[in-house]
């Protein structure tokens, strides 16, 4: 069994930061790209940002300059710093990766229950 399990939402001001963290556990054997996504109240889950293992990144427009995602590889976490927060970034944030578990040769995809972020102006 694999778990991912999100940590660090909450509700704060405009203007102010927060640092999601999101560890995967069990048996993996490898994890590839993680990322969050979100989903606003009333639409569709969207990309946030990704990693690969190897430390690229790619960012959603609304969210460059501000966010900053990294990985912690030998802990298999992803984290994601929300600076700058505004409230159209109000969402339930979700982690997600792609990993290969213990004797499995093919990668799939898992997602955590999510965590919820509330901005107030």
């Known amino acids: 069994q694999v778990q991912l399990v999100e940590s660090g939402g909450g509700l704060v001001q405009a203007g102010e930061s927060l640092r999601l963290s999101c560890a995967a556990s069990?048996?993996?054997?490898?994890?590839?790209?993680m990322g969050w996504y979100r989903q606003p109240p009333g639409k569709q889950r969207e990309l946030v940002a990704t990693?690969?293992?190897?430390?690229?990144?790619n960012y959603a427009d609304s969210v460059k300059e501000r966010f900053t995602i990294s990985r912690d590889n030998a802990k298999n976490t992803v984290y994601l710093q929300m600076n700058s927060l505004k409230p159209e970034d109000t969402a339930v944030y979700y982690c997600?990766?792609?990993?290969?578990?213990?004797?499995?040769?093919?990668?799939?995809?898992?997602w955590g229950p999510g965590t919820q972020v509330t901005v107030s102006s």
């Open positions: 997600n990766a792609n990993l290969k578990r213990a004797g499995i040769p093919v990668a799939s995809n898992y």
């Open positions: 069990g048996s993996i054997f490898s994890v590839d790209v």
């Open positions: 990693i690969t293992r190897g430390g690229s990144t």
